[in-house]
């Protein structure tokens, strides 16, 4: 078990942590290794979800170990100012997927062959109900596929893990300019492939906008 090799890491001492913020248990993590396992069981699930919609879940577990002991070994690096832990763990799991670029295009080339993936339907579901939802799936894993890196990051981090600008920003190390600009070209990009459909009805501050 994956919650099991953190703890190997970091020691077995749990406490009652459940109103501390994510700031808070971080630091207490540097005088008290153990308190670190509460960030697994507060975010593991939902960076599992978003690792496994990358690449597939038969990686998943080992991208999501790793994401967590390297953020343990990071944590006396955290800022202390950010509440919520989710954008350093969603950019230290975006840092870890890097190594993963074949298998992540390889999905999408089985996906635009094919146009049935789960993964997609969360697009899907916001186009236009005039295009065909397999069409629209080969279509939609096509143009991710022939984003740049950064692009499908940016994008990703938005539209799966649904952070923020600000948020996805601070995840990918850049400033939020330059998601901004990434965010535009992607979108820019699948409305192209999808003839003038955009599938991700990203606004900033609101993915749901």
């Known amino acids: 078990m994956i919650e099991q090799r953190l703890v190997a890491e970091s020691g077995r001492r749990e406490g009652d942590e459940s109103e501390a913020d994510d700031a808070v248990i971080v630091r207490r993590s540097h005088l008290e290794p153990e308190v670190f396992a509460v960030l697994f069981r507060r975010h593991a699930s939902v960076i599992k979800r978003y690792i496994a919609r990358r690449i597939g879940p038969h990686d998943a577990e080992d991208v999501l170990a790793d994401t967590f002991l390297e953020a343990f070994r990071q944590r006396q690096r955290y800022d202390s100012s950010l509440v919520d832990a989710r954008p350093w763990l969603y950019g230290i799991a975006t840092n870890r997927l890097g190594r993963f670029r074949r298998t992540e295009l390889k999905q999408l080339r089985a996906m635009e062959r094919t146009?049935?993936?789960?993964?997609?339907?969360?697009?899907?579901?916001?186009?236009?109900?005039?295009?065909?939802?397999k069409l629209m799936s080969q279509r939609l894993a096509g143009a991710l596929g022939r984003l740049s890196a950064g692009q499908r990051d940016a994008l990703l981090l938005i539209a799966w893990a649904e952070l923020t600008y600000e948020e996805t920003a601070a995840a990918l190390g850049v400033p939020v300019g330059t998601v901004r600009s990434r965010i535009s070209r992607a979108r820019r990009a699948l409305r192209d492939a999808l003839g003038g459909v955009d599938p991700t009805a990203i606004q900033e501050g609101s993915f749901h906008g």
């Open 115 to 133: 146009g049935i993936d789960p993964v997609l339907v969360c697009f899907t579901d916001r186009s236009d109900a005039r295009v065909g939802a």
